[in-house]
């Protein structure tokens, strides 16, 4: 289950970040790093500063994009000091974050995403997490480096999973009854824009329109059955549109 638990570190500019974050993870069990454009990898600060976790990170994969990291995810948290103005479902506390995670790595690939070092993720990475979750911390110095960060989370997915209740874990859910990847929830989204754009309900570009839609699809957490049944209304609605 530990395994299906990805942490994914966006444009690190600090090599030692790398490292300090895979000593961070090895210690709770976490092996699966994906760095996202990183400043400078490999390094041998990274190595250095890994401390006892350079197997961590040699088996770091680096993409070019947050999608590509996340793609076979049903389930991507990014970290965030602050909510931003997507409304994603958030968690207050990384102990409910984590518990919910866990549940679903009994099956499907999971992430943890963290941002830059200085102002961590953009709105448009935002929009490919499924959820938010802040670090309750000081308010009047509420500032954890990246390592910090990855350790908190970290530990409570540990935690969580160290007391998962065993009976919950021994028949996993039908493939169609559980959350689609995020991959699967793009190409859904692609085709209602689509759909939209079409029937003339949206008569020119309406990024907000589609951000809107897309946040209360992600309150809803439609199952892979249900984002099935929804492609299937929008190819029937695309023969109306084209037999008009």
């Known amino acids: 289950m530990l395994t299906n638990i990805r942490i994914v570190l966006v444009q690190t500019y600090h090599p030692g970040n790398i490292g300090a974050s895979a000593r961070a993870m090895k210690t709770m069990g976490l092996t699966d790093l994906v760095l996202v454009s990183p400043r400078c990898f490999p390094d041998s600060e990274a190595s250095r500063l890994a401390a006892g976790a350079e197997d961590v990170v040699d088996g770091a994969r680096v993409v070019q994009t947050l999608e590509e990291a996340v793609s076979d995810c049903v389930q991507v948290v990014g970290a965030s000091a602050r909510l931003r103005s997507l ?55 509420g500032i954890l480096n990246l390592s910090q960060a990855v350790q908190v989370l970290a530990y409570e997915t540990f935690k969580a999973w160290r007391q998962r209740p065993d009976s919950q874990y021994r028949q996993p859910r039908p493939a169609e009854e559980r959350q689609p990847t995020r991959e699967q929830l793009t190409h859904f989204h692609e085709h209602l824009g689509r759909v939209m754009q079409a029937s003339g309900f949206l008569t020119q570009p309406h990024a907000r329109t589609e951000v809107q839609l897309q946040a209360l699809f992600a309150r809803a957490r439609p199952s892979r059955k249900e984002i099935s049944l929804l492609r299937g209304l929008l190819r029937s609605l695309e023969e109306s549109v084209k037999d008009d």
């Open 87 to 141: 409304p994603l479902p958030h968690f207050d506390e990384p102990e409910a974050m984590a518990q919910e995670l866990v549940a679903h790595a009994a099956t499907d690939p999971v992430a943890l995403v963290f941002g830059r070092e200085r102002f961590g993720l953009t709105n448009d990475e935002i929009r490919c997490c499924s959820h938010q979750v802040s670090i309750p911390a000081n308010p009047d110095y």
